[in-house]
T-cell receptor, first 111, second 111 residues
Framework: DGGITQSPKYLFRKEGQNVTLSCEQN?????MYWYRQDPGQGLRLIYY???????QKGDIAEGYSVSREKKESFPLTVTSAQKNPTAFYLC??????????FGPGTRLTVL | GESVGLHLPTLSVQEGDNSIINCAYS??????FIWYKQESGKGPQFIID?????DKRQGQRVTVLLNKTVKHLSLQIAATQPGDSAVYFC??????????FGAGTRLTVKP
């Protein structure tokens, strides 16, 4: 059963803590993406990766970090430098220049 | 800068009527467009796409129209059903394979 998964579904963080959101895909897609969505807003690109061991900053990369050590995995770390991290985080993957497939999302709340 | 936006934030239609959701884009370098449907608390789902060498594409109950002259695309949903209630996003891809999303239109179907 192919798809893209994200975990956890809900995540709570204390101020000053780093947290890592997981994203895994078994679609054999080369490209993976992280988006942030705030209430009533569209999706904003945080980071994307076209290939293993390579990634690029999107529009709102400050306070976030990623790694792409495996084709299947693209974890996102929300660092303490991100001043307003409460949001819905979406991971996606695609083959080159085709539609992106999205995971179910992780809702992060800062306590 | 490049942007992809929606003309209306909300749209309310009667069940059985046709729905039309509009989207404008600013960068003529965008040559691949996608419509996504997002239900509350879930990741976006692909509906239909269109490339810039086309001006119309049809799917099951959905049609996307692309007018490159005025940089506008629309999504038409025929015989709108209660299950069509969601937020609809247009997205424009670019040759480096990242994507820009509009803020979305919330479609409400009245019984």
């Amino acid at each position: 059963d192919g798809g893209i998964t994200q975990s956890p579904k809900y995540l709570f963080r204390k101020e000053g803590q780093n947290v890592t959101l997981s994203c895994e895909q078994n679609l054999n897609h080369d490209a993976m993406y992280w988006y942030r969505q705030d209430p009533g807003q569209g999706l904003r690109l945080i980071y994307y990766s076209q290939i293993v061991n390579d990634f690029q900053k999107g529009d709102i990369a400050e306070g976030y970090s990623v790694s792409r050590e495996k084709k299947e995995s693209f974890p996102l770390t929300v660092t303490s430098a991100q001043k307003n991290p409460t949001a819905f985080y979406l991971c996606a993957s695609s083959t080159y220049y085709n539609e992106q497939f999205f995971g179910p999302g992780t809702r992060l709340t800062v306590l | 800068g490049e942007s992809v936006g929606l003309h209306l934030p909300t749209l309310s239609v009667q069940e059985g009527d046709n729905s039309i959701i509009n989207c404008a884009y600013s960068n003529s370098a965008s040559d691949y467009f996608i419509w996504y449907k997002q239900e509350s608390g879930k990741g976006p789902q692909f509906i239909i796409d269109i490339r810039s060498n086309m001006d119309k594409r049809q799917g099951q109950r959905v049609t996307v129209l692309l007018n490159k002259t005025v940089k506008h695309l629309s999504l038409q949903i025929a015989a709108t059903q209660p299950g069509d209630s969601a937020v609809y996003f247009c997205a424009g891809n670019r040759k480096n394979n990242d994507m820009r999303f509009g803020a979305g239109t919330r479609l409400t179907v009245k019984p």
